[in-house]
């Protein structure tokens, strides 16, 4: 969904997802400048016109892809995986090399091995582990980021 869009979804709000509180008005927008492939912080906010008026500010990461056919570029602020297709083992390459908390993961979510780790890049070793596709969750920073990858018996 473009920035544009997206305005228009937020511009009616009050229609499409709070029938009930139809006294909701939309103060400021996503900027249509965010047009961008990538992950962007915006913010838009709201008010009722109660008796006794509420404000709040929402803050949305919004992510502009270049569409349902396509995959975006690498994005500096997330990890990389390899090799993908993996065999006896899988590469986690950190940006920044800061301290980042890296979880592997079955596909339904439950947790295989749980590593704390301060460099830019991590290996786990995958032999124990029957093939299939799993993921690798990162936390850095307050930021969380999963992605796939699939485990073959030994290339």
């Known amino acids: 969904m473009s920035a544009t869009a997206q305005c228009a979804t937020l511009s009616s709000f009050q229609q499409l997802n709070n029938p009930v509180a139809d006294n909701i008005e939309v103060l400021a927008l996503i900027?249509?400048?965010?047009?961008?492939?990538?992950?962007?912080?915006?913010?838009?906010?709201?008010q009722n016109d109660d008796p006794v008026p509420l404000e709040s500010t929402y803050k949305l990461h919004v992510r502009v892809v270049?569409?349902?056919?396509?995959?975006?570029?690498?994005?500096?602020?997330?990890?990389?995986?390899?090799?993908?297709?993996?065999?006896?083992h899988v590469d986690v390459v950190l940006p920044g090399g800061g301290p980042a908390q890296v979880d592997l993961l079955e596909l339904d979510g439950r947790l295989i091995r749980s590593v704390r780790h301060t460099g830019d890049r991590l290996r786990f070793d995958l032999n124990d582990l029957a093939t299939g596709t799993y993921l690798v969750r990162v936390a850095i920073g307050g930021g969380t980021s999963v992605q796939r990858f699939v485990h073959t018996s030994r290339l």
């Open 31 to 46: 900027d249509p400048q965010v047009q961008d492939i990538g992950i962007h912080l915006v913010s838009y906010q709201a």
């Open 66 to 88: 270049a569409g349902a056919t396509g995959v975006s570029g690498p994005d500096s602020r997330t990890f990389s995986l390899s090799p993908n297709p993996a065999g006896e």
